[in-house]
């Protein structure tokens, strides 16, 4: 490791005095201005990861659903999971570090993480559309360049396909090839494997609108869009050419405020979609002929595809293990749903795809789907290899054919993540396959109204949580406090919990009526003061 001249390149990514900053739930967030120090030492953690993994790893410039303004940066693990919460430690302790002191916390991670330094190192990067993502993504290739690190630039792509390309490189392309057009390629041959037996009734159900936030999803699904255009038509909305990115639209906006975005035309009952800023989430919603809005969440997302999986699970007749993983905003009717109609087993996790992705690998085929609309299924070794070899078998049967779909249900879904794009096409798959339409889905059950604050405090970390964050245990007689005020709705639930992104305190309850909903999160939030 030449420190000198990581010292001189430092020099020139200088981190601003006094400024400390956190690898939170998504990676360091915050104004991009603040950020080109990070990135440079983003791209040293990164080839000290590589060394250490004997492996590819991703580092993508993102912030997600948060204003043009901000900008984040997060690595990507081997296997195209988050970074291991051993280095996210590393990762703060690098951001943080004075200029002089840069050499002393680079060799003490690589003697911590035992990291073998005349190993080989290689580090692919992707960006999202913000004007600052281009700078940033450059100050990341120079922090892997002066450690002697290989690159590879993908340029512009959503965040779950850079998770793809990663997974890809370290599994010898036996996932899929890690280009852009390998991705295209290896989604929409599933979609169109998967469709072929579809009943269509008519143009107007294979119609989709899709508002882009103004982002990245933009830009793939434009290209996209022709691999797949005989069995699904998009139209795309907010993609990038007039707004700002996620101003107005954007799941994230569409969930909070529970109203359709701006820059979308919707008649009454069609079936509309919002990703967000770097394409990982995606959720559905559509006006009624009473022109009242109807969102379509991560829930019930969760609900649609465990139910499809079902039957030809049942049919294989293998008893391979089917969970569905939440967190804590997972709606009360959606897990009343999925375990007493669907009899599927439930687990909660706290907020974050790394739990919720860890969680979802204990089972043979694991569901997971944040309220927010962020999430995907993955299927384990043994799962995938017994379906692969039923489909293989030479008797045209039932058992055969149930087989096959489920390779091309593998085949469709982002198995290193999230991915509003792979997830659309399951979605829109499944719906084409049983003929649904977005109400008859959306009728699946009904959710219970709720109300999620975001409360100021001086220092959010005096409250934490315990059971999935579904009870603080600090500060002392909180939680007591919530128990008496749930007490005084029906069919009522609470809970506070610190963002892990914003300098806030979120609270969430849901109750039998959206005025009491709304009373009881008020409620609460004064209990947290
Ligand atoms: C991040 C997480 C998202 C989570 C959100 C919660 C990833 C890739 N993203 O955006 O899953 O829902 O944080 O934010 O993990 P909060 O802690 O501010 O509520
Ligand atoms: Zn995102």
Redesign the pocket.
């Known amino acids: 490791m030449d420190l000198d001249a990581v010292t001189k390149q430092s020099a020139l990514h200088a981190k601003p005095d006094g400024l400390t900053l956190q690898y939170g ?2 990676g360091f967030r915050t104004k991009a201005e603040h950020l080109d120090h990070v990135m440079f030492r983003m791209g040293l953690l990164a080839v000290l990861r590589s060394k250490q993994t004997k492996s590819t790893i991703g580092v993508m410039v993102t912030a ?2 948060n204003p043009e303004e901000d900008n984040g940066v997060k690595l990507v693990d081997p296997l195209g999971e ?1 970074l291991a919460p051993s280095w996210e430690e590393h990762a703060t302790c690098l951001a943080n570090a004075e200029e002089q002191e840069l050499p002393r916390v680079l060799l003490d991670i690589s003697e911590k993480a035992a990291v073998n330094l005349h190993q080989d190192a290689f580090v692919v990067v992707g960006r999202d559309t913000r004007p600052s993502s281009e700078k940033l993504s450059q100050s990341v290739i120079d922090g892997v360049t002066v450690l002697g690190g290989q690159f590879h630039d993908y340029g512009l792509l959503t965040t779950p396909q850079l998770h793809y390309m990663v997974y890809c490189r370290n599994t010898s392309g036996r996932y899929g090839k890690a280009t852009i057009e390998g991705y295209y390629q290896k989604l929409s041959t599933a979609f169109v494997e998967l469709t072929k037996q579809a009943f269509c009734s008519g143009d107007d159900q294979r119609t989709l609108k899709v508002d882009c936030a103004n982002g990245i999803g933009a830009l793939k699904l434009r290209e996209m869009k022709h691999y797949f255009s005989q069995g699904l038509s998009v139209q795309l909305f907010n993609d990038g050419t007039e707004g700002k990115l996620n101003h107005l639209c954007g799941a994230d906006f569409v969930k909070s405020h529970q109203k359709p975005p701006q820059g979308i035309e919707m008649k009454s009952n069609e079936r509309c979609c919002s990703f967000d800023g770097d394409a ?1 989430r995606i959720i559905y919603y559509y006006h009624d002929a009473d022109g009242q809005f109807h969102l379509v969440d991560g829930d019930k997302i969760a609900a649609l595809i465990s139910g499809f999986l079902k039957e030809p699970l049942l049919e294989i007749g293998d008893s391979l293990s089917l969970g569905v993983v939440q ?1 804590a905003y997972a709606n009360g009717s959606s897990t009343r749903y999925l375990e007493e109609v669907m009899k599927v087993p439930v687990c909660c996790t706290k ?4 739990h919720l992705h860890h969680k979802a690998q204990e089972f043979d085929i694991g569901v997971y789907f ?1 309220a ?1 609309g ?1 999430g995907t299924v993955l299927f384990s070794k043994a799962a995938e290899m017994k379906i692969k070899q039923l489909a293989e078998e030479l008797e045209e049967d039932k058992k055969r054919k149930a087989a096959k779909m489920l390779e091309n249900v593998i085949d469709l879904f982002n198995q290193a993540t999230g991915d509003a794009i792979s997830d659309m096409l399951v979605i829109e798959a499944i719906l084409a396959l049983k003929g649904l339409t977005v109400q008859q889905w959306d009728a699946l059950y009904t959710d219970l109204p709720n109300r999620q604050l975001k409360v100021k405090v001086a220092d959010r970390q005096v409250i934490s949580t315990t059971d999935a964050e579904r009870q603080a245990v600090k500060p002392p007689g909180l939680q007591e406090a919530i128990n008496e005020l749930v007490k005084k709705y029906r069919l009522s639930r609470a809970f506070v ?1 610190p ?4 300098d806030i305190v ?1 609270v969430y309850a849901e109750a039998d009526s959206q005025e009491n909903a709304d009373s009881l999160a008020y409620e609460v939030s004064l209990a947290v003061f």
């Open positions: 739930t998504a997600s659903h988050m990982d967190t907020t974050g795809v790394k944040e927010n962020h919990r963002s892990g992104t914003e979120r």
